[in-house]
């Protein structure tokens, strides 16, 4: 049985930090990402990791201030999140692939496996 399990998440004032988990069980992952979903908006792909490489990807948005990484059982990713501003305030959902993604790595229709998603709040 394929489970995803996000951690981590709350709330924060502008220039703060958090850093959220997800362990993948069921399977080793090809590839974990994280997206995010603002109030109203659609899901996007803020940082995703190739297990294999260690290659890392990030939205320009998020660039510089958000660091994402994986344990050495590369079943767990984490997201370090600095200098968190307002417009980052959404839900925050992990992704995984067994063997893909077969395209574009920030393309939630490339993933059929998620978490239930953590909420993130950044406000004063």
């Known amino acids: 049985q394929v489970q995803l399990v996000e951690s981590g998440g709350g709330s924060v004032q502008p220039g703060g930090s958090l850093r959220l988990s997800c362990v993948v069980s069921?399977?080793?992952?090809?590839?974990m990402v994280w997206f995010r979903q603002p109030p109203g908006k659609e899901r996007e792909g803020v940082a995703g990791?190739?297990?294999?490489?260690?290659?890392?990807y990030y939205d320009d948005s998020v660039k510089g201030r958000f660091t994402i990484s994986q344990t050495s059982t590369k079943n767990t990713m984490y997201l370090q999140m600095n200098s968190l501003k307002p417009e980052d305030t959404a839900m925050y959902y992990c992704?995984?692939?067994?063997?893909?993604?077969?395209?574009?790595?920030?393309?939630?229709?490339?993933?059929?496996?998620w978490g239930q998603g953590t909420q993130v709040t950044v406000s004063s």
């Open positions: 069921g399977y080793m992952p090809n590839a």
């Open positions: 992704a995984a692939s067994q063997y893909g993604p077969f395209g574009p790595w920030n393309s939630p229709e490339m993933f059929t496996d």
């Open positions: 990791i190739l297990t294999g490489s260690g290659s890392t």
